[in-house]
Nanobody, 124 residues
Framework: QVELVESGGGLVQAGGSLRLSCAAS????????MGWFRQAPGKEREFVAG????????NYGNYVKGRFTISRDGTKNTVFLQMNSLKPEDTAVYYC?????????????????WGQGTQVTVSS
């Protein structure tokens, strides 16, 4: 069993930065591939970024490439999402997710564990 808790969301002006954290509990955290998804009001949940286990390969949604960076700290059981050059269209609830397996998936139903989400609001 893995429990995920996100933090770091908030209100920021366009062009600003935020760093989201996802703290995981469970002894097998290191063997999970991790992902970040987001969901804006009235829209479907969409893939943002993912990092595979164990080799740390990363994938990004097209609309965040070059602006967002995903990383993980295995010693602290934490995954991070550094978000730079934020835009109003990045406003959403951001979710951390975990799946068994060695590759990142952009399909949310392939992730077994989910956090409660953290709100990110970008003002223009």
């Amino acid at each position: 069993q893995v429990e995920l808790v996100e933090s770091g969301g908030g209100l920021v002006q366009a062009g600003g930065s935020l760093r989201l954290s996802c703290a995981a509990s469970g002894r097998t955290f290191g063997s999970f591939t991790m992902g970040w998804f987001r969901q804006a009001p009235g829209k479907e949940r969409e893939f943002v970024a993912g990092i595979s286990w164990p080799n740390g390969n990363t994938n990004y949604g097209n609309y965040v490439k070059g602006r967002f960076t995903i990383s993980r700290d295995g010693t602290k059981n934490t995954v991070f999402l550094q978000m730079n050059s934020l835009k109003p269209e990045d406003t959403a609830v951001y979710y951390c997710a975990a799946r068994r397996g060695y590759r990142v998936s952009e399909i949310d139903r392939e992730y077994e564990y989910w956090g409660q989400g953290t709100q990110v609001t970008v003002s223009s």
